[in-house]
């Protein structure tokens, strides 16, 4: 029977297997929810989903895409951002 | 004559250099541009710039001086590449010990082991000198022979050992100036 606190579904089961043969069962932590685009609310590439002190030990360049707005905005909302502030400056000279 | 012509002011929307303002330099084909200015000299898609309203009088294929005296006179800034100088590393330099005071010792070992071998034969000459002169008369003739180069070679040997004292008196001197 598992343990009280493993009733419940906080933790991910993993289905490990021993030097001996057997399969057993640990418990681990869920991993965090994907990331997505702040302005249309994509799921976003390029970004790894990992628990925070893994994405630590990961480099900067790993974490994210290398553009503006890398890692908060999906590209082609990043495109119309970019098209609209160029648009806006002319505008204002 | 599409609106990419040479000279038109775009801004990047795609990729790293998104959002920097760059100069059509040349016309690939009618999907691809090369671009220079505020961003990597690169050919690019057409989708990936979105064109401004200023041009710049500047040359067919102009070189990136032509588009940084251009940017200059509009005020706007330019990207430069920044070639890396590769950094020479400190090669660790080996601590050499000074083995003069043993290689000394090394020849002098050699020179009295051959010292040692050469008075050796001479030993056993001698003996069998001595074995062979009393029994056989003839033999010793042959053995009076063979004792004058060993003579010599004893004097040589009594040179030599005077020679590599010399050296190893002179030598400790030499270390420690």
């Known amino acids: 029977m598992p343990r009280g606190m493993h009733k419940s579904r906080t933790l991910r089961k993993v289905f490990v297997k021993?030097?001996?043969g057997k399969t057993t069962l640990h418990y681990r932590k869920r991993k965090?929810?994907?990331?997505?685009?702040?302005?249309?609310?994509?799921?976003?590439?390029?970004?790894p989903r990992e628990r925070p002190y893994k994405m630590m030990t990961m480099a900067k360049t790993a974490k994210r895409p290398e553009r503006p707005y890398g890692g908060v905005l999906c590209s082609p909302c990043t495109r119309k951002l970019i098209q609209q502030k160029a648009h806006q400056v002319e505008e204002k000279k | 004559m599409s609106i990419y012509e040479i000279g038109r002011i775009c801004v990047k929307i795609a990729g790293r250099d998104a959002g920097r303002k760059c100069v059509v330099v040349e016309n690939?084909?009618?999907?691809?541009?090369?671009?220079?200015?505020?961003?990597?000299?690169?050919?690019?898609n057409i989708k990936h710039l979105e064109p401004l309203a200023e041009?710049?009088?500047?040359?067919?294929?102009?070189?990136?001086?032509?588009?940084?005296?251009?940017f200059d006179k509009l005020g706007l800034a330019v990207w430069d590449k920044k070639s890396k100088k590769?950094?020479?590393?400190?090669?660790?330099?080996?601590?050499?010990?000074?083995?003069?005071v043993e290689e000394k010792s090394k020849k002098e070992q050699k020179a009295?082991?051959?010292?040692?071998?050469?008075?050796?034969?001479?030993v056993t000459e001698q003996s069998s000198e001595a074995a062979s002169s009393e029994p056989k008369a003839p033999k010793s003739k042959d053995s009076e022979s063979s004792d004058k180069p060993a003579e010599v070679k004893k004097e040589v040997s009594?040179?030599?050992?005077?020679?590599?004292?010399?050296?190893?008196?002179?030598?400790?001197?030499?270390?420690?100036?």
């Open chain 2, 158 to 177: 009594v040179e030599e050992k005077q020679e590599v004292e010399e050296l190893s008196a002179a030598k400790p001197e030499e270390t420690k100036e």
């Open chain 2, 55 to 70: 041009t710049v009088e500047i040359k067919d294929k102009a070189s990136h001086e032509d588009v940084k005296a251009a």
């Open chain 2, 86 to 100: 590769p950094t020479e590393r400190p090669k660790k330099v080996r601590k050499v010990k000074k083995k003069v």
């Open chain 1, 32 to 47: 965090p929810s994907k990331a997505i685009c702040a302005s249309c609310k994509k799921q976003l590439a390029g970004v």
């Open chain 2, 28 to 44: 690939v084909d009618d999907k691809f541009v090369m671009i220079d200015g505020n961003v990597r000299r690169k050919k690019v």
């Open chain 1, 18 to 20: 021993t030097p001996g």
């Open chain 2, 112 to 122: 009295e082991k051959k010292e040692a071998k050469a008075e050796k034969k001479e």
